[in-house]
């Protein structure tokens, strides 16, 4: 994999992808899919990976007009979800024609771990698994990459474990509804470290991210004192015997993972 264009660049986990895979030395073509961020935020994360020089942010047209051989997609329909912006996927001109029209070597799609139901729950899910049946197509290359909660810096308020954090600095907005996986959670570093191993693999499927261990999510929630009465579960299904589970190697603990994403949104919200 020595190229590849991320679909949603500066988005929660596309954007920790874009940082690991330049820190693999690997070329990124970055387009930003417009979902409404704050101009500082986008600012602030144009920063941390815009002196790298194999970083290039381009627009969707010259994405759709220029693509090269041996060039990878990732598209994060997971963030999409999570930012209540799963409409974007309905516009036929924008990220449906970019996926299923180039020559791409590789089309990996991340999706929240609920999608793997026998029934959907919402609307929004009909969406995106409308989205990904179509951009399958007569394609045999496509990786789907199923997520739980993932935590960590740069967390969107839309995360019950980041509007928590924002409510205890009087930051927060009122809470749009729970819309993550409730069974487990992963720290977005360890998550991204298995992605990139699972693309790099190159063998189209589905998998499921993990991270092996009971309770997860509560045990989160628990550090941030929040209320479990105030959670509905939300449980992925792992029946289906089509798919991988992937475990994720852990690196740090929860406390060490929540600290940091408790310290980096004090430091952005001071300014």
């Known amino acids: 994999m020595d190229k590849v264009v991320m679909a949603g660049v500066f988005d929660f986990v596309n954007f920790h992808v874009c940082k690991a895979l330049l820190d693999k030395g690997i070329e990124v073509r970055g387009v930003q899919i417009e979902t409404g961020d704050d101009r500082d935020i986008l600012d602030e994360k144009r920063f941390e990976i815009g002196r790298n020089a194999n970083f290039n942010e381009v627009s969707l047209e010259e994405i759709s007009n220029n693509s090269f051989d041996n060039e990878s997609i990732v598209l994060s329909a997971y963030d999409l979800f999570m930012r209540y912006k799963e409409d974007y996927l309905l516009n036929e001109e924008k990220l449906f024609n970019l996926i299923s029209q180039n020559t791409w070597e590789q089309i990996v799609i991340l999706v929240h771990s609920q999608m793997l139901a026998n029934e959907f729950g919402s609307k929004a899910e009909i969406v995106i698994d409308d989205f990904i049946n179509r951009a399958k197509g007569n394609k045999k290359d496509i990786q789907l990459l199923y997520l739980p909660t993932i935590f960590g810096t740069w967390q969107p308020d839309t995360f019950m474990f980041q509007n928590s954090i ?4 009087n930051r927060g907005k009122p809470f749009r509804g729970l819309r993550e996986e409730t069974s487990d959670a992963i720290f977005v570093d360890d998550a991204v470290q298995s992605i990139i191993e699972i693309i ?18 509560n045990l989160c929630a628990s550090f941030l004192r929040i209320n479990e009465q105030a959670s ?10 089509n798919i991988t589970i992937f475990t994720v190697k852990s690196t740090v603990s929860i406390a060490k993972g929540l600290t940091e994403q408790i310290d980096h949104a004090h ?3 001071s300014k």
């Open 267 to 269: 430091r952005l919200n």
């Open 200 to 217: 790099e693999n190159k063998q189209p499927g589905r998998y499921l991210l993990q991270s092996g261990k009971n309770d997860q999510w």
């Open 166 to 169: 924002l409510t205890e600095m």
């Open 232 to 241: 509905i579960e939300r449980k992925a299904e792992t029946m289906e015997d």
